[in-house]
């Protein structure tokens, strides 16, 4: 099943609004009149854009009220203006508009929130402050302890600026901004902390900001279960392992070369084997692969560096071996 064949949903564009320099944001309802799926915090759709691209957006407005509201659900996704991009982003600026039909597919979860935690320390690099401000929303209306850091280059461009300090949780929330006073910069380490049982650290942003969290964490000694985190944009790690390789399928004995051009799961495409993907990046986790036999090299963002030196699971649409043969459970 491709991205496209699960984007089944058509929803209307009811509002497009400007969230902050370079960031629009836009409410989605069901064309039909129907209910749109309920949805938790950190969960995700894909959204089929014109020219037949699909992208990955997180669900931004709460998600509780919405549920138990079938007239008033909708989802709200905000996105950032990147020119580097390879045009998803711009084909939403501009060329989809309010009233446009867009399909989306039923929302996905892989940055699921747990509501049990004692505190949770929500992180945001810019635009990846879109699933955390989901999670914000229902932690208040949990009335959970917890606090929301976001960090942009300017005030300008932090999105939903205005809806955070306008809400009942503003006092929970702080703006660091790379053009601000040196006192409102974040110190990492002092945000984080010491880990604590119950505990929770989630993160969201590019690449770099994502990798300084983890590393912060990582010296202050945080449980990689305590650590959650979601990835956007900018360039994936890539394993120097990128040779030809072969998959051994357990259930068939069949055997797969994957030349260095091809990923795994387009190899298996190409023989007639389907493979479920979303982001085909290493982000979603939708392809997610359990490995029998064989090293891998893990190209993903989605699995932990625990998962990863557990080498029993994998991400066929980034990731390759280091082996000559990775069996595969398929
Ligand atoms: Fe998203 Fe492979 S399809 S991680």
Redesign the pocket.
């Known amino acids: 099943m491709s991205a496209t064949a699960a984007a089944a949903i058509a929803v209307r564009v009811a509002r497009k609004t400007h969230e902050a320099e370079g960031v629009a944001g836009f409410r989605l309802v069901a064309v039909d009149g129907a209910r749109l799926p309920a949805f938790a915090p950190g969960a995700h759709i894909d959204v089929v854009l014109p020219g037949g691209l699909v992208r990955q957006y997180s669900l931004c407005n709460e998600p509780a009220h919405e549920a138990q509201d079938a007239q008033d659900m909708h989802y709200e996704i905000g996105v950032l203006r990147d020119a580097r991009s390879r045009g998803g982003s711009l084909a939403l600026h501009d060329a989809v508009h309010e009233g446009e039909v867009l399909r989306i597919s039923a929302p996905r979860n892989h940055f699921p929130l747990d509501e049990s935690a004692t505190h949770s320390l929500l992180l945001a690099g810019g635009i990846g402050v879109t699933p955390l401000l989901s999670m914000a929303q229902r932690l208040a209306a949990l009335q959970a302890d917890f606090a929301l850091h976001c960090c942009s280059r300017t005030v300008a461009r932090a999105p939903y600026r205005r809806r955070l300090e306008a809400s009942a949780f503003a006092h929970r929330v702080f703006f660091h901004h790379d053009d601000g006073p040196a006192a409102q910069r974040m110190d990492l380490a002092a945000t984080i902390g010491q880990p604590a049982r119950g505990k929770h650290l989630y993160v969201c942003g590019p690449q770099g900001f994502l990798d300084a969290v983890r590393a912060t964490a990582r010296d202050l000694h945080w449980p990689d279960a305590q650590v959650h985190f979601e990835y956007f944009g900018g360039v994936l790690p890539v394993d120097d392992a990128q040779g030809s390789f072969e998959v051994e399928l357990r259930s068939s004995g069949r055997v797969v070369r994957v030349p260095q051009a091809l990923s795994v799961v387009d190899a298996l495409a190409a023989e007639g084997i389907d493979i479920p993907?979303?982001?085909?990046?290493?982000?979603?986790?939708?392809?997610l692969t359990r490995v029998l036999a064989g090293e891998v090299a893990h190209n993903?963002l989605?699995l932990t560096p625990a998962e990863q030196a557990a080498n029993d699971q994998f991400?066929p649409?980034?990731s390759r071996a280091r082996s000559a043969r990775l069996v595969l459970d398929l």
């Open positions: 993907v979303s982001c085909a990046q290493g982000v979603c986790g939708t392809c993903d989605y991400l649409c980034c």
